[in-house]
Structure formats: structure tokens, C-alpha cells
């Protein structure tokens, strides 16, 4: 039904004539990047050249079947998917995402996806007018995202400064925050735009994406002890009022809200504005469910709980079991989920459990999306 619903409709059929000088353009590009910059990761002008030319041979043989470049693209992703599934089917094993836990797989994702957001975040910050500025604290690189051409706001300016602190997700082990520049700079456009339209421009609205020490170097809580030293730094050296932070992150990054917000909390000390937790991973210690639509596997988040749980005191991981903690006198809090969302379950259960507990909370399900889809443009 996918062949026939991407061969059906314009009688031109997408003949792709510009195909061999896009070619040729991009692979001069691509060796003279490689050959000037990037060393492409180490391989030679050989391998740059043969991944370019699989490509091309992708693109024609699925080209007969769509109408555009964009039908081959979403072909090309069906059917690799598809392959994926029934290649892997046999070796359920394989298809376990604990792996990336170790040290050396580890280290070469972050190493890949740093490479990928060091590319689409310039591009995003010159297509949305946004600037980066990295500083580096404890020992890790922190970045702030804030409009073209607007710095740190002083104390004497007349707009009111509000911080975004984003902690990203990951499995408390894997990407930095470069590679989640691309989403803030659309949700700074997106933020401001709506500022714009109700009439708020008084307010300056900054995101900061906040690094920390991650798994399996270190183990829990190391992550939190560092999202609640970047809390500290906005506060005392930046001197923005907690009242003036909204805290936010994805998956892991949610349970990082949720765990400062918690420890505020017991410290009595003044709470941010609000929280927003995206497809929260709020119980590092629960036994999950598996979700065949979700590209998150189960196997993955095993491994995560035996290396935080099983090998660890419960003391030094309770703070990452936020499902079994009271809630009570927690900010404004804002859940997405995800029907396909592997942690789809924890959400449902944080907000049960925040409303219980008297915590004003908003859930915005999202039907047939997977886990953290507000990545992706």
C-alpha cells in the first residue's frame, strides 16, 4: 500500500533532473569539507565518496515509486524500517539498546551527535536569528540560546529577564546539549512570537541548556547534584530570581526538573515560575512496559535501572524514583506525553500523582507520537 500510495497522482511522476548535479555538487562539497575540516571522522576521500554514491543509488531506485523528493525520503524511511524490524526479529538480543551503556559506545554517540548538532544548530541559529554563547562550569560546556544581537540582561534594564533551564534527555547517558540547539532555537521563535502576539514584549526570554555528568562514568544522583548546581549558578552569579526560571527538559531532563524541583523543596527555597516535563522519565527504579512503536527499547531502560538500582544503595538513587515521592507544594506544572512513548505510563502516573497532591498541572497527550517527537522539525 506505501508503493502505491507514493507511485499515485501527478501523471509527471517526479523526474528529478536537477538528481546527477546535485550530485556532483554535494560531493565536491562534501571532499573538500572533509578535506580542509572535518577529516570526516577519519575516514578517506574513498569512503566520503562511496557512502554519497549509495545514497544517489537509493535515491534512483526508490525515485520511480514517488512524486517527489520528500515521497523518496519517506519511502527510503519505511522501508529501512521495515528491513530493520524483520532483520533484527530472529535476534531479539540485538535489538536491546543496553549496549550503548558501555563506556566506549557511550563516548561515540555523543562524539556522532555532537557532529550532527554542531551542523543543524548553526543552521537553526541563522534561520531563526538566534545566537550561541557556551560557557563552561564544573568542569562541562553549558550554552545559552538567546535572540540575535541580545546579551545577559542587566539590572537595570526595563524588561523583565525569563530563563527556559533546559535540561536534555538521554538515558542520563548519552547527547549533549548541542545537539538540542536546533529544538531551542524553534522554541525560542516560537516563545517570542506568542509574547508578540499577547502583547508581552517587556518580557526578554533566554533558554539555557544545561550539561551534566552522565552515566556510566558516573552514577546517579551526579546528574541531579549537577542540574541543581546550574539551578545555583542562575540564581547566585547570573542573579535571575528563581520566580523568573522556568524549568524544563525531555525524558531524563524531565526527571532532572522534577528532581531539583524536590529538592527546593526540602531546602524550603524559593520555586522557579514553573516546570515543563517533556515524556518525563520520572522512575529510573520502574520495570517498563514494551512498546513496539517506540524507538526507546526496553532493554535500554533495563540497563539504565540495573546500573543506577541494582548496583547502587537505595539511597543514592530514590531521588530518580520521582513516581514515589510526594508531590505536595511543587510550581505550575506542564506534562506532554506521547501515545507511543515507551514512558508513556509514567506520565499518565506523575500527573495522577501531582494532582493528588495539590500540584496545578496540565496534560497535553499527544495521540500516535513516540517519545520526545517535539525534537524533530
Known amino acids: 500500500k506505501h508503493v502505491h500510495k507514493f507511485a499515485s497522482g501527478r501523471v509527471s511522476g517526479y523526474g528529478a533532473a ?38 544517489l543509488a537509493v535515491h534512483e531506485l526508490l525515485r520511480p515509486f514517488c512524486l517527489s523528493f520528500g515521497g523518496v525520503c519517506a519511502l527510503a524511511a519505511h522501508v529501512g524500517s521495515a528491513a530493520n524490524a524483520a532483520a533484527l526479529q530472529p535476534w531479539p538480543s540485538l535489538r536491546g539498546g543496553g549496549h550503548v551503556l558501555k563506556l566506549p559506545n557511550a563516548l561515540a554517540f555523543r562524539r556522532n551527535f555532537e557532529l550532527i548538532g554542531r551542523l543543524l544548530g548553526a543552521a537553526a541559529c541563522w534561520r531563526h536569528g538566534a545566537q550561541l554563547e557556551s560557557f563552561r562550569l564544573n568542569g562541562l560546556e553549558h550554552l545559552w540560546v538567546r535572540p540575535r544581537g541580545g546579551g545577559a540582561t542587566t539590572a537595570e534594564s526595563a524588561r523583565r529577564r525569563v530563563v527556559v533551564l533546559y535540561y536534555h534527555g538521554g538515558g542520563y547517558a548519552l547527547f549533549s546539549p548541542r545537539f538540542f540547539v536546533e529544538f531551542a532555537c524553534r522554541l525560542l521563535t516560537q516563545v517570542r512570537s506568542q509574547l508578540r502576539a499577547a502583547d508581552a514584549d ?176
Not at 20 to 41: E, G, M
Request: net charge negative.
Open 18 to 55: 536537477y538528481t546527477l548535479p546535485v550530485f556532483l555538487t554535494v560531493a565536491a562539497v562534501s571532499l573538500w569539507v572533509n578535506a580542509t575540516h572535518l577529516q570526516w571522522l577519519g575516514l578517506a576521500h574513498v569512503v566520503v565518496l562511496l557512502k554519497l554514491v549509495l545514497l
Open 202 to 377: 517587556a518580557l526578554d526570554v533566554q533558554i539555557l541548556l544545561a550539561n551534566y555528568r552522565k552515566l556510566p562514568e558516573v552514577r546517579f544522583p551526579a546528574p541531579l547534584d549537577d542540574a541543581m548546581a546550574m539551578f545555583d549558578h542562575l540564581v547566585s552569579e547570573e542573579k535571575v530570581s528563581p520566580g523568573d526560571v522556568v524549568l524544563a527538559g525531555d525524558s531524563a531532563g524531565g526527571g532532572l526538573v522534577l528532581g531539583t524541583l524536590l529538592r527546593l523543596r526540602r531546602a524550603r527555597r524559593e520555586m522557579p515560575l514553573a516546570a515543563l516535563c517533556n515524556c518525563p522519565y520520572a522512575d529510573l527504579s520502574a520495570d517498563v512496559a514494551v512498546s513496539e512503536h517506540c524507538f526507546i527499547s526496553k532493554s535500554m531502560l533495563d540497563a539504565i535501572r540495573d546500573l543506577c538500582v541494582q548496583k547502587a544503595p537505595r539511597s543514592s538513587w530514590r531521588e530518580g524514583a520521582m513516581l514515589h515521592a510526594d508531590l505536595r507544594g511543587l510550581p505550575p506544572l506542564f506534562v506532554l506525553a506521547a501515545e507511543f512513548d515507551i514512558l508513556h505510563r509514567q506520565s499518565l502516573e506523575l500527573v495522577q500523582n501531582a494532582r493528588a497532591d495539590g500540584v496545578q498541572v496540565e496534560l497535553d497527550v499527544h495521540a500516535h507520537m513516540a517519545h520526545v517527537f517535539t525534537l524533530f522539525p
